[in-house]
């Protein structure tokens, strides 16, 4: 479990209700995020969600000719996971590690 402290230095957790974080908090995990880290593949099932705190994480869309192109970057404004939100079970986009750090990830959101 997270404190709540660090947890909020992700400004999407900080922004939570609290009734709304309450749920949350045991289910966050303090997670290491090393430089180049691939978190997801492309059309993979998505099993949990990750909030950056210190780190950074780059969306890359794999191309046909093998090629990619940066889609997205996260930081501690946001999350790698988003479909999990939206009711989708994978993405078409590699969320890699830019920028090594910290961060919060939940396998249960609810």
């Known amino acids: 479990?997270?404190?709540?402290?660090?947890?909020?230095?992700?400004?999407l957790l900080a922004l939570l209700p609290d009734e709304v974080f309450a749920r949350w908090w045991p289910e966050l995990e303090d997670v290491d995020l090393?430089?180049?880290?691939?978190?997801?593949?492309s059309g993979a099932r998505i099993?949990?969600?990750?909030f950056p705190l210190t780190?950074?994480?780059?969306?890359?869309?794999?191309?046909?000719?093998?090629?990619?192109?940066?889609?997205?970057?996260?930081g501690h404004e946001g999350l790698v996971g988003m479909p999990l939100f939206m009711g989708g079970g994978s993405t078409l986009s590699r969320a890699v590690v830019q920028s090594a750090g910290r961060g919060c990830g939940c396998a249960r959101i609810s």
């Open 55 to 74: 780190a950074i994480v780059c969306l890359v869309y794999l191309l046909e000719d093998g090629g990619s192109t940066e889609i997205a970057v996260i």
């Open 34 to 41: 090393p430089l180049g880290a691939v978190l997801r593949e």
């Open 1 to 11: 479990m997270v404190a709540r402290e660090l947890a909020c230095k992700n400004r």
């Open 47 to 50: 099993s949990h969600a990750v």
